[in-house]
């Protein structure tokens, strides 16, 4: 009899804290949302590869299991706390709210995650919500329709399922006029609060530190902890340079001037183990090949921030880009330089810039404009009729020809200095086949595509190549053609390009081919190259004079300083640095993963980490270098003084 009554009381106790109702309706909206979320983390721990066993697999989810457990208990708590009237009401408005931000954050997370194999954290997040018009297409191209209508059902369900099944299941339970629940309750949420902070410690020290955290628990951690590395980079710099060595820099004529046209074309997203002179075994650019053979060919070029209008910036002008995530280039008077464009303006060319992409992106026009450019062609200026799209960006590059051809004809009497700005390889690799068809280079159909996007780039630059012989400018012109970036498909688990400080985004094709020498083709192979080294090497082929600064860059027509450094930057910013020194290359992520050291000469698809092995102090000193660097090229910007010249004409 006593033992029936002990059950009993037990029962009416529980019932008294919670209540079935109240039961559950917590349990039907967050025991889905717990398996929701452990679910895609589970799906990007395999997808990583980062877990070799099952305890490394445990150490990945231990945040997530810890941030779930918090959360749930959390809610009973609050639900224990407010047991009626307005409170209660409050609580229930709070956990719909806080399961949609969850649901959201996590969602956004696992894709972010799949579609470029980096975490999203607080700066992330920020640069997605602030630039989300310019982004838009980018996100509607690269996230499947599937994904929309999970991540709607999801919403749906937080909003109405618990109170839907919790009204199948009866009245709610009226609160106890005691505040025993109450003190259980707050009892309750303190746990919740614990387990929380101890999911706030990473739960592995050999992989990404932020991958290893719970997205929502990344997300306000690298939020309340964003501003150490920029205070870390300050110190390391000492204050930074205040003024640009190329704000007053003109150009002056001498007896070995040569007014030759030049013309650069960019490969966009092309990284030099896809294109054939690199890569012998891959034929995807057999024009490019044969240019090669009698061509300067560089054997190790890199760009300085794997991002298109960053990498404009070192080209055009001969100076580091910004930094900052900001495309601050492309602000009124943003690129606090005299760039090559304007100087050889100065010297009576007719400067132009074609691409094949929208010019509102990035505000491109903008940039062009503050990199001295006369004239301007983007897509909005071009006949679509008869091209494909080649992605949310822009057309196949072939819509250049005409206009190019109109131009030329307009000005082929001055000397020109002319880019083409392909868009073709770009992200969504929509690889156009019309014209030239697509052939089969790799299983993997995104990495086929992308490949097909890399061949279609060959036959453009034959066909520019071609149009200058046809019009008789052909012996008169240096081409300089060159990638603005590489392109990762997760041989280090990113994917894309501005996050990946690896050889498949920063190593890029640069052929320099001048009909009047290297006939029999030469190739610089015992130093490393960057983009900034292409304004010095421009000037001297053209046999003019520096004068009133001095480009960092050095022009590789002679022997390179064996002692140079050269540096690079994710985007966004405080993601990752990189510096070269010879064969070795440095990577440093800002804490979120450990350091980096590779010899590229020896492994250059970089599988072996040496910084184990790296001497003591060494790379505590390659990353004050590093935070060195990225303070002084911040400090240029954020002190540069206004750039002069005349506006872009539209055309």
Not at 242 to 262: M, Y
Not at 555 to 583: K, Q, T, W, Y
Request: glycine residues 8%; aromatic residues 10%.
């Amino acid at each position: 009899m006593s033992q029936n009554a002990s059950g009993s009381g037990r029962g009416v106790r529980l019932r008294s804290l919670l209540g079935r109702r109240d039961a559950a309706y917590l349990l039907v909206l967050l025991a889905p949302l717990v398996a929701y979320n452990l679910l895609l983390k589970v799906a990007n721990v395999v997808r990583s590869e980062q877990a070799t066993g099952p305890i490394e697999t445990l150490g990945l989810l231990r945040s997530d299991l810890l941030f779930n457990a918090g959360y749930v208990t959390l809610w009973i708590g609050m639900f224990m706390v407010a047991r009626e009237g307005l409170p209660r009401r409050i609580v229930v408005v709070l956990l719909h709210a806080a399961s949609l931000l969850v649901v959201t954050v996590t969602t956004v997370a696992y894709w972010y995650f799949e579609s470029t194999g980096s975490t999203l954290d607080w700066n992330v997040a920020l640069f997605y919500l602030g630039e989300l018009e310019e982004v838009d297409d980018i996100i509607l191209g690269s996230t499947p329709f599937y994904a929309w209508v999970a991540l709607a059902a999801a919403l749906l369900y937080a909003l109405f399922g618990p109170r839907l099944v919790s009204r199948a299941v009866g009245r709610r339970t009226r609160g106890s006029r005691d505040g025993s629940p109450r003190l259980a309750g707050a009892g309750t949420c303190l746990v919740a609060v614990g387990l929380v902070a101890f999911s706030l410690i990473p739960g592995t020290s050999h992989t990404d530190r932020s991958f290893s955290l719970s997205p929502p628990v990344n997300l306000v951690a690298t939020g309340l902890g964003g501003g150490e590395a920029r205070d870390l980079a300050a110190e390391a710099a000492g204050g930074g340079a205040a003024t640009s060595p190329l704000e007053d820099v003109r150009l002056e004529e001498t007896a070995g001037t040569q007014r030759r046209n030049v013309v650069i074309i960019s490969l966009e997203s092309t990284r030099a183990r896809s294109v054939t002179p690199y890569n012998e075994e891959l034929e995807t650019t057999p024009f490019l090949y044969r240019l090669s053979k009698e061509s300067l060919l560089v054997e190790r070029a890199y760009t300085e921030i794997p991002h298109t209008s960053k990498a404009l910036t070192a080209v055009n002008c001969g100076i580091y880009p910004n930094t900052d995530t900001e495309i601050t280039e492309a602000e009124p008077d943003g690129i606090p330089a005299r760039c090559l464009p304007r100087l050889l303006r100065e010297q009576g060319y007719a400067t132009a810039y074609f691409q094949s992409a929208t010019e509102t992106f990035e505000n491109r026009r903008q940039q062009v404009e503050n990199m001295g450019f006369e004239d301007f062609t983007a897509l909005e200026q071009m006949d679509k009729e008869g091209f494909q799209r080649a992605n949310y960006l822009g057309y196949e590059d072939d819509i250049m020809l005409e206009p190019s051809r109109e131009w030329l004809e307009e000005n082929g009497d001055r000397p020109l200095f002319v880019m083409y700005d392909t868009i073709t390889p770009h992200h969504e690799y929509l690889a156009p086949d019309r014209r030239y068809g697509r052939k089969r280079f790799a299983e993997d159909d995104v990495l086929n595509r992308y490949l097909n996007g890399v061949r279609y780039v060959d036959f453009f630059v034959k066909n520019i190549i071609e149009q200058y012989r046809d019009m008789g400018l052909y012996e008169d012109t240096i081409f300089v053609v060159l990638g603005d970036h590489g392109e990762a498909f997760g041989e280090h688990v990113v994917k894309g390009h501005d996050g990946v400080p690896y050889e498949e985004g920063l190593r890029i094709p640069l052929i320099i081919h001048d009909p009047r020498r290297w006939e029999d083709g030469a190739r610089l192979d015992d130093a490393p190259v960057n983009q900034l080294d292409l304004a010095p090497t421009i000037v001297e082929m053209l046999g003019y004079r520096v004068a009133g600064g001095e480009y960092p860059g050095s022009s590789i027509l002679h022997p390179l300083p064996e002692d140079r450094v050269l540096f690079a930057s994710c985007r966004p910013d405080l993601l990752c640095l990189a510096s070269i020194e010879g064969d070795e290359k440095y990577i440093y992520h800002f804490g979120r993963r450990p350091d980096e050291l590779y010899d590229v000469s020896e492994d250059p698809l970089e599988k072996d980490n040496l910084a184990g092995e790296a001497p003591p102090g060494e790379l505590e000193r390659r990353r004050d270098e590093l935070l060195g660097w990225r303070a002084d090229v911040g400090a240029t910007y954020d002190r540069s003084k206004p750039s002069t010249g005349r506006g872009t004409r539209r055309r």
